[in-house]
Nanobody, 127 residues
Framework: QVQLVESGGGLVRPGGSLRLACKAS????????MGWFRQAPGKEREFVAGISRSGGSRYFEDSVKGRSTMSRDDAENTVYLQMSSLKPEDTAVYYC????????????????????WGQGTQVTVSS
């Protein structure tokens, strides 16, 4: 399995932006669809964004749509989540996930589809 390490979290003021990174090791992510999930205190984990193996298909959860982008750099074995116009309700631990697949244009929006997970990075949006 691929190992995933997230970075880029921290304390951000409302309206600010940040870029999360997920660095993979052990295997190339070119064989994986990738996803970002988050879990706020007292809440269930929820899907945030997903990207296909090819990078050509992306999907975002409604609450982040329009203010988030997700990209992948297979040469660097890294995926990114760029979020802007951050709100206090974006506060959560953000997790990167990977799903090995032969399908190049498919993204996945449920956690049970993914094979590997990172440890998470905390994002706190507060003034």
């Amino acid at each position: 399995q691929v190992q995933l390490v997230e970075s880029g979290g921290g304390l951000v003021r409302p309206g600010g932006s940040l870029r999360l990174a997920c660095k993979a090791s052990g295997r190339t992510i070119s064989n994986y669809a990738m996803g970002w999930f988050r879990q706020a205190p007292g809440k269930e984990r929820e899907f945030v964004a997903g990207i296909s193996r090819s990078g050509g298909s992306r999907y975002f959860e409604d609450s982040v749509k329009g203010r988030s982008t997700m990209s992948r750099d297979d040469a660097e074995n890294t995926v990114y989540l760029q979020m802007s116009s951050l709100k206090p309700e974006d506060t959560a631990v953000y997790y990167c996930a990977a799903k090995e697949t032969t399908l190049r244009s498919t993204w996945y929006d449920t956690g049970d589809k993914y094979d590997s997970w990172g440890q998470g990075t905390q994002v706190t949006v507060s003034s």
